[in-house]
């Protein structure tokens, strides 16, 4: 098993363990993520965690398939996980202790990108490289932003980050050019 590979194991193997401990212990994996209890949040964290199970089982068998495809399109759906979860925390509807699972999703998906990249030999395009980070980075700036100035200042500041990049990777490091 390669290391992308081995990426994906260790990530299914984990979010079937949070899936199992969900539907095992649905009030201890409530207490861990600090979510006050009650017998619909449990229900409701037993029945996540099944699907929980169900994603870490998927995971595992792509690993011992080498299901390369697999394996790419699980990087963007957990960096948007990622995303959802940080809004989550940032507006108010989960606990601080939920961006522990953010950054699992992060992490895995870094992880398991960076693993691929190496194993196919490609090389980093830096104008691509810059244009991810500066929307990446706008994000991050427009969720805090909101707070104070609302959807639509929100948005000019998604928009002001992010064209800065755009600008700055087309300048410094021109687009790649397709032959046709």
């Known amino acids: ?7 994906m194991l260790f990530f299914g193997i984990l979010t079937a363990g949070m899936g199992l401990t969900g539907l095992a212990a649905p ?25 929980s199970l169900a994603m870490g089982v998927y995971y595992t068998l792509a ?24 809004g989550m925390v940032i507006f108010g509807v989960a606990p601080f202790r939920w961006l522990m699972v953010a950054g699992l999703e992060l992490i895995g998906a870094l992880v398991t990108a960076f693993a691929m990249h190496r194993k196919s030999g490609a090389e980093f395009e830096r104008f691509n490289v810059i244009r991810i980070a500066s929307v990446t980075l706008a994000f991050i700036m427009a969720i ?3 707070n104070w100035m609302g959807i639509y200042g929100s948005m000019s500041a998604f ?22």
């Open 159 to 180: 928009l002001v980050v992010s064209s800065a990049g755009f600008i700055c990777a087309y300048l410094k490091f021109p687009p790649p050019q397709n032959e046709s």
């Open 144 to 146: 805090p932003a909101f």
């Open 63 to 86: 690993a011992f398939a080498n299901v390369r495809a697999f394996f790419k399109w699980s990087v963007p759906v957990r960096i948007l996980n990622f995303c959802v979860f940080t």
């Open 27 to 51: 009030q201890l994996l409530l207490f861990i993520l600090g979510i006050p209890s009650s017998s619909a949040t449990q229900i409701f964290v037993m029945a996540s965690s099944e699907a």
């Open 1 to 7: 098993m390669d290391t992308p590979a081995l990426t």
